[in-house]
């Protein structure tokens, strides 16, 4: 499985921003997608994560309420809408897969991983 995120860029406090993450190759064995992030100096955590089905999703208690993550209709696109961005937010975000029916939040549990992809937020 290749995971090939996008999206990121600099914008202003209380922007929004759009990631996407690009899965292919053998697919069928991920069915958790979800992003993790990682700022200077500090642990990757979890932000967010679904099932590809659609069937349930997960937030981190920082961004719930502002970052919603969707997906495409195949399943094969996750996207994670950046609202209201705060300076905190300034990560290295990377996209991520897993094979179970478990929306996990934490990163050991992730057997794949795109390149990441930098958010800034300027105050």
């Known amino acids: 499985v290749q995971l090939q995120a996008s999206g990121g860029g600099l914008v202003q406090a209380g922007g929004s921003l759009r990631l996407s993450c690009a899965a292919s190759?053998?697919?069928?064995?991920?069915?958790?997608m979800g992003w993790f992030r990682q700022a200077p100096g500090k642990e990757r955590e979890f932000v967010a994560a679904?099932?590809?089905?659609?069937?349930?999703?997960k937030y981190a208690d920082s961004v719930k309420g502002h970052f919603t993550i969707s997906r495409d209709f195949a399943g094969n696109t996750v996207y994670l809408q950046m609202n209201s961005l705060k300076p905190e937010d300034t990560a290295v975000y990377y996209c991520?897969?897993?094979?179970?029916?478990?929306?996990?939040?934490?990163?050991?549990?992730?057997?794949?991983w795109g390149q990441g992809t930098l958010v800034t937020v300027s105050s």
């Open positions: 190759g053998r697919t069928f064995s991920m069915s958790i």
């Open positions: 991520s897969g897993r094979n179970g029916r478990r929306v996990a939040v934490e990163s050991n549990e992730y057997d794949y």
């Open positions: 679904m099932a590809r089905t659609g069937a349930s999703t």
